[in-house]
């Protein structure tokens, strides 16, 4: 955004099960994922390197996930940009 306005490209990394994990193994990564994530040490080195982190539910995480596709794949197809 600092070089082209209205541009937002942030970097981001999550945690990835196979498809069809049963819920109740989702919700005890997600919730153990997010205890770690509120560790304050955790926080701090992450912050030092000049991440942050996201606590959130696994639906929330689906969610966000599906919108960057379909943004990245408009823009790709807007642009002109073929899959090689």
Same mark, same amino acid.
């Not at 997010?34 to 040490?41: C, G, Y």
């Not at 969610?63 to 599906?66: G, L, P, Q, S």
């Given at each position: 955004a600092e =070089?082209? *306005?209205g541009f &937002?490209?942030?970097?981001? &990394? +999550? !945690?990835?099960g196979p498809a069809h994990m049963a819920p109740e193994t /989702?919700? *005890?990564?997600n919730a153990a994922l @997010? =205890? /770690? !994530? @509120?560790?304050?040490?955790i926080v701090k *080195?992450?912050?030092? +390197?000049?991440m942050s982190p996201? /606590? =959130?539910? &696994?639906d929330a995480f689906d *969610?966000?996930?599906?919108s960057e596709v379909t943004r990245w794949t408009q823009l790709a197809r807007s642009a002109g940009i073929q899959p090689e």
């Open positions: =070089t082209l *306005k &937002s490209f942030p970097a981001w &990394s +999550g !945690l990835i /989702v919700a *005890k990564l @997010n =205890t /770690v !994530l @509120n560790n304050k040490e *080195k992450l912050a030092d +390197g000049a996201w /606590v =959130t539910s &696994s *969610k966000y996930i599906d």
